[in-house]
């Protein structure tokens, strides 16, 4: 039984372990890994929920069992614990108990480092730190445990673009014909090393299995209640929340947007509209001057009342500038704007001098503004925060509306923010009465012929008026 499952060679050979459904879950995608019906696999757990003693001790030694031919680079944030994750795995090929279940399969006589070892059939385990070398050795299996150590490393994106660039051009590049790579993490931030992969997935990257397994369930179930009940849990939620809700949704829900949001709250966003009511209609712009270069360039089109502020349409690309030029151009003709505000600064003298000649050869025209910026990004939203709070912004229902709001709840922690950019531009214009923001005219009231007091309602003061 031990040869042929995961979960039972483990039991034998640590015969404390005590499995839990989500470990039958992750054994389960683990042996089709190994039976190469899975080459590319995602696992997200929450801490000290048994990941590392099934994936990066259990499953190296059963897969080498299964084929001591094999070639397995183990990784995780630093070279210490990727050789300590070797040396148990090692250990556990030394034991009789191992030799009971693949009586054929042994260490080299020569080879027994506990970063680098080899067995006696040829195959080989080589344990490396993210960031480090594994030139020379490639890999039937690429295991990745932990590409990051805590939460200062997440919050560095020099630290996640280090992790990514070593990703990409040294441990991928070492994977055989057919190999399979598995990374099995507690999220940290949605632009780790995970995040990354999955935003790479949805432009034509690897198509990767996901196990995704929260502490609490949407059906509110603890995911291994015998080790930690919800009271446990709900004890773990109180002490890390002190500081915000981060840590609980990206560690324990493996959701590295938090559901409440810190600097805009969910429950802004409770009021969403299929269609708006009459409304002034204006349209803020992000620009990204590179094509590709990471950010977004974003148009928001909204429609402003005088008290209620409506997002009406949205665009989105990592385009080339003629591209979002005519996007734009096919907004304004579509809404046809009081208004199209963009940044000022390097941006606008960049960006100015295309758009002014493309709108005269498509000859759709509109007014331009173009607003100081402002370098503190949480600055430049408080205006937008502050409209939020009050209840008075309404986001589209949909898709659209959708990707507005998870920016606005992961900002200011988020890997993007340029729809964010956009909805603080439309905050800053109105909160500082922008001449080019129309305000509704106020009703006019009839007042007594005989009531020389008030102003008449032409504007005069003089009592012979009235």
């Known amino acids: ?5 995961l979960i039972k060679f483990t039991e034998y050979t640590f015969p404390q372990y005590q499995s839990a459904v989500h470990h039958r879950l992750i054994a389960e995608k683990l042996e089709a890994v190994e039976r190469g019906k899975i080459d590319r696999l995602m696992i997200f757990m929450p801490p000290r929920h048994g990941k590392s003693e099934l994936a990066s001790k259990r499953f190296p030694a059963w897969a080498l069992g299964k084929n ?21 795995v090692r250990n556990i090929i030394r034991e009789r108990k191992f030799s009971n279940v693949f009586a054929e399969v042994e260490l080299a006589p020569d080879s ?9 059939k040829g195959g080989t385990y080589v344990a490396a730190g993210v960031g480090t070398a594994v030139t020379g050795r490639g890999a039937d299996i690429l295991l990745i445990d932990d590409p990051m150590k805590d939460r200062e490393e997440a919050e560095s994106e020099t630290i996640r673009d280090k992790v990514w660039n070593w990703y990409t051009s040294t441990a991928y590049t070492r994977l055989m014909p057919g190999g399979a790579v598995i990374l099995i993490q507690t999220r940290w931030h949605e632009d780790d090393l995970a995040g990354r992969l999955l935003e790479a997935e949805t432009h034509g990257g690897d198509k990767w299995d996901k196990l995704i397994l929260p502490a609490i369930n949407d059906n509110g179930d603890a995911l291994w209640p015998e ?10 939620r109180n002490a890390i929340s002190m500081t915000g809700v981060r840590d609980w949704e990206s560690l324990y829900q493996q959701n590295p947007t938090p559901a409440e949001g810190s600097f805009f709250k969910r429950d802004w966003y409770t009021r969403r509209h299929d269609e708006a009511p009459k409304v002034h209609i204006y349209i803020t712009s992000d620009y990204a001057v590179t094509e590709d270069g990471g950010d977004w360039t974003e148009h928001g089109v909204w429609g402003f009342n005088g008290e209620d502020l409506f997002q009406l349409d949205w665009w989105s690309g990592q385009t080339s500038a003629d591209v979002w030029i005519d996007a734009l151009l096919d907004l304004v003709t579509k809404w046809k704007p009081l ?8 941006i606008e003298k960049s960006v100015r001098p295309m758009l002014k000649r493309r709108m005269i050869e498509r000859k759709v025209h509109c007014r331009m503004e173009w607003i100081a910026s402002v370098r503190d990004k949480a600055t430049r939203a408080r205006a937008f925060q502050a409209r939020s709070a009050m209840g008075t912004v309404s986001l589209k229902r949909g ?8 920016q606005l709840l992961s900002f200011p922690a988020g890997k993007h923010d340029d729809k964010v950019d956009v909805c603080s531009l ?10 080019a923001i129309v305000l509704p005219k106020k009703p006019k009231t009839k007042r007594d012929a005989w009531d020389y007091d008030s102003a008449s309602n ?3 003061s003089d009592w012979k008026v009235a």
């Open 68 to 88: 001591p031919k094999r070639q397995i680079i183990a990784a995780s944030y630093n070279s210490e614990l990727a050789s300590d994750f070797g040396r148990n």
């Open 339 to 346: 208004c199209v505000f963009g940044e000022g600064g390097v």
């Open 458 to 460: 032409d504007g005069s």
């Open 112 to 120: 027994q480092a506990a970063n680098r070892w080899n067995t006696n």
């Open 227 to 236: 080790r930690y009940p919800l009271p446990a849990l709900e004890r773990i």
């Open 399 to 406: 898709e659209q509306g959708d990707d507005v709001l998870t």
């Open 426 to 435: 439309m905050g800053m214009v109105i909160d500082e009465a922008h001449p």
């Open 1 to 5: 039984m031990a040869r042929a499952s």
